[in-house]
């Protein structure tokens, strides 16, 4: 599940706030362009959303379960409505994610194609699902591991069971390294958005799936697939996963949580609620180690929405 939103203000002489969120709100339909007719109509939720986001005033916000157009209408018509409400997001990001993309094969063992679980992610159309970012800064895409195969990740927990590894994406979305041009600093943005770990039988194979889209980013620091990010970066989305409630390979995530390059400025903190598991964190920002944490905020849940807006504040120096 993107959007990434950073706001540049002075704090003090040469210093720079910048605010990172991440939201995974149901901007997403039931077919191609419904998106778009809600926007445009303003139909409910959508103004909760937008009067929400522009109260947080993010510099980059990465949406997590936004429905992707080839023409980006629906994000441009999200940013339009954004601006309006004083809001301005003149760069914004999104490819086709792999939720929803056809993989040709029967990922579900129904013994038919075409499904919304034969797809590389589950979704009933190409682009259902997606991610998006909006940002006041300029953004780039520099990495981007969404074709990946998932018997290709290093320690995969792919097991031979498991159908279709010839074609099997290990990105149920999308795995984003994007670099934005921020006042002080350049960042880059891990961006991504996991899987649910459930929805499967004792195999666990959405959970071993879910719990290797974190692992992913682990490699990635290690410089197990390719070069390491160099300078301050900041890991941001859903990752579907608890370090300590609900179902899921847990340890992957409270691994991650630890892991001395990171920094967990909102630790123990929910940020969605379903009934039948209470309260679960699951969306994450989390800036490298080396950056200065200003502030960091879950905002209140508002109706019709289990997920809730989350940002972190970075404090950075001009020029450094």
Known sequence: MLLCAVLALPASAGAFEITLATWHAHLSRKGPGLLLRDILEARAPLPSILDQIAEARPDVLLLTDMDFDLGQ???????????VRGADYPHRFAL???SGMESGADLDGDGRL???RDAQGYGVFSGQHGMAVLARHPLRLERDFSALLWRDLP?????????????QRM?????WVLRLDAPGQPLQLLCYSATPPVFDGPEDRNGRRNADELALWRHYLDGALGPAPEGAFVLI?????DPEGGEGLRGEMRALLDDARLQDP????ATAEWDSTGPLRVSYVLPSAGLTVGGARVFPAIEGQRHRLVTVTLSTQMGG
């Open 73 to 83: 209408a629906a994000l441009d018509a999200l940013g339009e409505q954004l601006a």
């Open 96 to 98: 086709r994610p792999n």
């Open 114 to 116: 075409g499904g919304p």
């Open 155 to 167: 320690g995969t927990r792919m097991q031979a069971a498991d159908p279709a590894p010839e074609v």
């Open 171 to 175: 990105s149920s979305t999308a795995h």
């Open 237 to 241: 989305g859903n990752a579907n996963l």
């Open 266 to 269: 909102l630790p123990q903190q």
